[in-house]
């Protein structure tokens, strides 16, 4: 069974540009969640999707937004870059509210590294 | 505060040693527990959760935690250890605010795990 799946791998982007990354959950799970893993201030909790709705939105200012696709595959955009963006954005899926299920694990993804310069 | 702490930033054991890496949280209820390793560049692994019931948790890899709900810890344990372990570890929370999970598990800062030969 594949698992969840990020595109790109790498992302090099310049301060002021838009960064758009992609994620595919593990077949069967609606619910998509995103975090940053940035050095020196470790995992943070970014976006929660379950069908196709933000769920929850962790302490992030607007320009960090995404959405869902009724595939369940989810999108991450970060506007306006800042060099501290830079960080290793993480997706995670999970079994959601089409399977009755409001808390499961989460299994993540293998991560998109996003450079800013 | 809502926390949680992994007291040990780095540890170093031989191969074939015991591990235990510690973990304490704080919030009201008992939240849902996790841990997660992660390689160098790589997303994260989930090693066990504990959401109730028996407090000796099994996981992947021959690693257990146990939940101690007086001391509100969740310790990582493996009886002898292998080269291949040698990563970082990541303990989190799922505090179920609100009596629910609202996706935003809390991670720790982690803990990386040396092993020599």
């Known amino acids: 069974e594949a698992g969840v799946t990020q595109s790109p791998t790498h992302l090099i982007k310049t301060r002021g540009q838009q960064a758009t990354l992609r994620c595919s959950p593990i077949?069967?799970?609606?619910?998509v969640y995103w975090y940053q893993q940035a050095l020196g201030l470790g995992l943070q909790f970014l976006l929660w999707?379950?069908?196709?709705?933000?769920?929850n939105r962790g302490n992030f200012p607007p320009r960090f937004s995404g959405r869902q696709f009724p595939n369940y595959s989810s999108e991450l955009n970060v506007n306006a870059l800042e060099l501290e963006d830079s960080a290793l954005y993480l997706c995670?899926?999970?079994?959601?509210?089409?399977?009755?299920?409001?808390?499961?694990?989460?299994?993540f993804g293998p991560g998109t590294r996003l450079t800013v310069l | 505060a809502q926390s949680v702490t992994q007291p040990d930033i780095h540890i170093t054991v031989s191969e074939g040693a015991s591990l235990e890496l510690r973990c304490n949280y704080s919030?009201?209820?008992?939240?849902?527990l996790f841990w997660y390793v992660q390689s160098p560049g790589q997303g994260l692994q989930l090693l066990l959760k504990?959401?109730?019931?028996?407090?000796l948790v099994q996981g992947i890899k021959g690693f257990e935690a146990e939940f101690k709900r007086s001391q509100s810890s969740f310790n990582l344990r493996k009886p002898s250890v292998h080269w291949s372990d040698a990563a970082e570890y990541f303990c989190?929370?799922?505090?179920?605010?609100?009596?629910?999970?609202?996706?935003?598990?809390?991670f720790g800062k982690g803990t990386k795990l040396s092993v020599k030969p």
């Open positions: 995670a899926s999970s079994l959601g509210g089409r399977q009755g299920v409001w808390t499961d694990t989460q299994y």
């Open positions: 077949s069967g799970h609606t619910s």
């Open positions: 999707y379950d069908e196709g709705e933000e769920r």
């Open positions: 919030y009201g209820a008992t939240p849902y």
């Open positions: 504990y959401f109730s019931g028996d407090t």
């Open positions: 989190a929370v799922d505090p179920l605010n609100y009596g629910g999970s609202q996706g935003n598990l809390i």
